[in-house]
């Protein structure tokens, strides 16, 4: 993992102002060369405070959402209506807000009946909208977990192998919370992403945080320290 871009706040709330600004002129450079931009977002906590300020009439009026299509890093298996399901928290506090056309919202479906199905059928929403193989995202989302994890990467979880499949399911983590099973985009897929800002805050993840922002991919403790994408922007607030 190469270290660099990092910018540091005092408050959530000077970061999402931060990472929102260079979100959206990122997407409009993005939208101006190619005619469109794909995002895939995570859950958590650490993508709320920027969730919420996009949500601003006045931020919303950034980006010509018909040109957005949105999807996600990874998903509980919960039902969609369920307040741990990370499709559910990012339509409660931004995009009923938004005119996002619902044909540009790819979320993982979780009305199968089992996470593995749940994951073959995002597998195949990725392969109509990318081709075949690992898709480039323009934009990857990432928090962290007070573990070192990122996206559903658990602490010497298989997942972590995983070379081919851009989505895989994982069972509960045993390090974090909530404990529910989870269907997720894997490592190839972080790595070949042409931009990914990592977004995290919070006092008890600042040890987890100087480690890998020191070590790099020295000394592996963290699943976060697996990423190799040269084109990494952190974002990370102390409180
Ligand atoms: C999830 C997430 C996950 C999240 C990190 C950080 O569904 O849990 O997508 O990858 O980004 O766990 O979570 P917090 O921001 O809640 O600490």
Redesign the pocket.
Known sequence: MKVNNVMKFESPAEMSVAALSAMASYCLTTIRAKGRINIAV?????PLGLFALLAKPANMALLPWSKVHLFW??E?FVPMDDEDN?FKVACDTFIRRSRIPEENIHCINTAYSSPAQAAMAYRSELESYFGPGIPCFDLIL?????DG????LFPMAKSLQEKTLPVIDVPPPVS?EPKLP?ITMTLPVINKAAKVFIIIA?AEKQHVVDFVLSHGSREIKYPLQLIENENLSWYISRQ
């Open positions: 995570s859950g958590g906590s650490s890093v990874d509980r990370n990432l928090g962290m977990g007070a994890h990122t996206a559903s974090s989870r919070g």
